[in-house]
């Protein structure tokens, strides 16, 4: 029972996981577009959790249709806010990338420790 | 309807729709000038929102039509008013104050962008504010995180970037772990809207999710706030920011995820279990850390604007230290100083800034003798240095009393905390004073006394210096009559704490 319980949850030990890796990439690696896609990963793992939330057990795509009652429908609002969440992903890595092309212009280099000795 | 009701929506769609406006007509020297005016605006919105919430009222407004808890909530409530004063105030003066300086930072062709940027920031960080709605504060936090990468990057300096991206980074982690924080509340309590969360936690039986999703909350806004030891990003941020941009982002930036973390802690933990007690503890260690060593790093700072950085550090410290008190004079206090903090730390960046307009180097020691050349912006330092330490007359002064009146209710162990108030004032007086000495040295002989005479310019007085002038008079100001923000912060406090009044 307690094993059937631990597999039951497996998508948020997906998440847990792939929080860490992100987690991991982003203080252990010294390459700035290293960085940024750890910190993708970071921001993609709470976006399986969100989607993982609003999943019901037998429901279907919330779509209201006349004459159909007592249908069980998933729900949709989580979903509605992880795209949200997404834009603004996209939109923090374009910047980030951003100003790594800036980074590269000035020093030359994109690695975090030669970064620090050039200044 | 009456007008007034709308005035939340439009303290954010006016600065978010101006954005574009400037972004899209690029009007050559236009933007200044129509970025000013919308912070204008917004100043006046906020003011007629503070009007009415002193008159008693709770401004609600119910985005699109649809009623809360499923639409979208805005509501303005006396602490939500002290707070959008201070950024709409801290906008309009750095604004209208930048001009000069900014177009000695930025390229003419980039300040369209960069004005339509700061218009994004200020349309996010008010946004936090007046919105019921734990998702829409994420997306409005990260608006305005954004927006504040893009400022801080204009620095001209390359060291700019990297202090930008590391701040992106982790501005980005705080976020990430708010967010995570809201997924599990609303997994325990299937609401956004922060009213109906208060009163649905209550009854929850399983209390672990909602105690891990308050302590994700708690970290990735006290990455946001800057709390000690999570303020790393902050000073290179602010030292190599554009001086303007620094004097908007010290005196708001991280008093509004301090605004959110209060909310958060108070309003929806309250009642929960030993939660609140829990989150005191472990709060107050770390703002009385924060107090002791950010002081004590800006007493060995050599660079006037990173010096001014850890005294924030220092400052989130008190101002939280106020809130883990749990009681009325404590959120008082802490509201109070955050109005108080962000008059101070606006002077003393705005007198940073108009030193930077002939001293192109900010290391204290080039700040030789800056007194005879620029009397009254030394002067304005020096008002705007006491209001920091919290000498009596000047706004700093109400603040800090308040916070040792709150100490002193707690007993015995507060004379610990009071001595650390005391002891870390004493290091302001040291660092403000190193400060002041340089500015007033008489100039060695290195120079003959005539040729030295010569040099010495008149200061030319220009918008800065006179926003730098006001913004001190209002430091005086609310030093002898502190009653707007007094009042203000004590609905707060009965807010937070829900006192029935």
Partial sequence: MKLFEFLGYYNYWVFAILLMIGFYAVIAKANLIKKLIGLSIFQSAVFLMYISMDKVEGGTAPIIKPGVVDQLYSNPLPQVLILTAIVVGVSTLALGLAIVVRIKERYGTIEENEILDAD | ?501
């Fill in chain 2, 1 to 501: 309807m009456d007008f007034a009701q709308h005035l939340p929506a439009l303290q954010v769609i006016v600065p978010l729709l101006a954005a574009p406006l400037i972004v899209l007509l690029q009007p050559r020297g236009f933007a200044w000038a129509a970025t000013t005016a919308t912070a204008f605006f917004s100043f006046a919105v906020s003011i007629a929102i503070a009007v009415r919430i002193l008159a008693g009222d709770i401004l609600r407004y119910e985005m699109g039509g649809w009623f809360a808890p499923i639409g979208i909530e805005l509501r303005v409530d006396a602490f939500s008013a002290i707070v959008l004063l201070i950024i709409s105030g801290a906008a309009a003066i750095s604004l209208i104050a930048a001009r000069n300086s900014i177009n000695q930072q930025i390229e003419d062709h980039r300040q369209p962008l960069f004005f339509a940027a700061w218009l994004l920031a200020i349309a996010g960080l008010v946004g936090m504010v007046v919105t019921a709605d734990a998702f829409n504060i994420f997306v409005f936090m990260e608006i305005s995180s954004l927006a504040g990468y893009i400022l801080i990057a204009g620095g001209p300096d390359r060291r700019t970037l990297p202090a930008v991206f590391k701040y992106l980074i982790i501005g980005t982690i705080g976020a990430t772990f708010y967010l995570i924080g809201v997924g599990m509340i609303y997994m325990m309590t299937g609401t956004l809207n922060l009213e109906d969360m208060a009163q649905r936690v209550v009854g929850i039986e399983d209390q672990r999710p909602i105690l891990v999703a308050a302590a994700f909350v708690f970290i990735g806004l006290a990455l946001k706030a800057a709390l000690f030891p999570l303020h790393v990003w902050l000073p290179n941020a602010y030292t190599h920011a554009p001086h303007m941009v620094t004097v908007f982002l010290a005196a708001c930036g991280t008093k509004v995820a301090v605004y959110v973390l209060l909310r958060f802690q108070f309003s929806i933990f309250q009642s929960f279990g030993e939660h609140l007690l829990q989150f005191a503890l472990f709060l107050m260690p770390l703002a009385l850390l924060g107090i002791i060593v950010a002081s004590l790093v800006a007493m060995f700072e050599g660079h006037l604007k990173r010096m001014l950085a850890f005294s924030s550090v220092a400052q989130i410290g008190y101002i939280l230290m106020g809130a883990s008190l749990m009681s009325d004079s404590g959120i008082t206090a802490s509201t109070l100083h955050m109005f108080n903090h962000a008059l101070t730390k606006g002077a003393l960046f705005l007198a940073v800034a108009k030193f930077a307009t002939q001293y192109a180097d900010l290391r204290i020691d080039s700040l030789k003798s800056a007194a005879r050349s620029m009397p009254l912006t030394s002067f304005a330092f020096v008002i705007a240095g006491l209001s920091l330490i919290g000498v009596p007359g000047t706004a700093g002064f109400i603040s800090k009393w308040q916070l040792i009146m709150a100490i002193m209710e707690t007993g015995n162990m507060g004379f610990i905390m009071v001595a650390i108030v005391v002891i870390s004032s004493l290091i302001a007086v040291g660092y403000i004073w190193r400060v002041i000495e340089t500015l007033y040295a008489i100039p060695t002989d290195d120079l003959p006394d005539d040729a030295a005479d010569v040099s010495v310019k008149p200061e030319k007085i220009d918008m800065l210096l006179i926003a730098l002038i006001f913004t001190v008079a209002m430091n005086i100001y609310f030093g002898l009559v502190p009653g707007l923000p007094l009042t203000l912060a004590e609905l707060s406090s009965k807010i937070l704490l829900k006192v029935e009044f």
